[in-house]
């Protein structure tokens, strides 16, 4: 492509078409890329071409013209301007910075003013999440769903109830917890736990394939071997006549 001349005030397109250049940027000592671009785009374009190689942003991008000794030849400052009327060439580099503001907070420092509201203060307010389901009667608000969860929560501890009765120390069990396999054991305990509301019963399977030894966070319901322990929802226990199983049976002869 030949050189232009032009009227005094426009601006012209000089050299190849393309220009090779090393783009590098001040938040890495490191990043150095060689690209061709067109001497036809406008700085703006090259910006928002050099914002997805380098991360930095578009808007508060400043491109400075490098010659190969470092030295500094121009500014890339006008975005309406085209590329190739600067005095780029082959070999040079273009340093890229982000020169927006940058704020840096620290908001575990004692000097940051923080907002703090009491519960009382919080509940006192008519803007909040909690005042709308108040005044809307939705969750917790609902006396009707309160209601019902009460006398589903009654339902669930009489259930339970009914079925520890049936339930004693030492009968042998069948344990069927849903997704897992079907184990075996002897109860060794049946009432209420510190880590789960409920009913529970503490058994000792006949392998250990169990997550405890009797104790949970360092409270002991009942003694067995590491590993052989374990607590169930008095829901998935069935007592009976369930001996152990010997792994060396066979269903067929």
Known sequence: MEPMDVAEGSVSVINADFVKVFVSVSTSSTYSAEKSFARGITVADLKCKLELMTGASAGSMQLTVLDKAGNRVCLLDDNNRLLGSYPVDNGMVIFVADVAPKFDF???????????????????????????????????????????LRQEREALALLEAELASKIGVGNRCQV?????????????????????PGVWVGVKLDEPCGKNDG?????RYFTCPPKYGSFVKVSYVTVGNFPEIDPFEVDEI
């Open 106 to 148: 620290d908001l575990n420092s004692s000097e940051v003013q923080k907002f703090e509201l009491s519960a009382e203060k919080y509940a006192e307010r008519g803007d909040t999440v909690r005042a709308h389901l108040a005044r809307n009667k939705i969750g917790k608000f609902d006396p009707a769903r309160e209601e019902q």
């Open 176 to 196: 069927a917890v849903p997704e897992q396999p079907t184990r075996r054991g002897q109860v060794m305990f049946v009432g209420t736990v510190h880590f789960k």
């Open 215 to 219: 104790s949970v966070e360092g409270q």
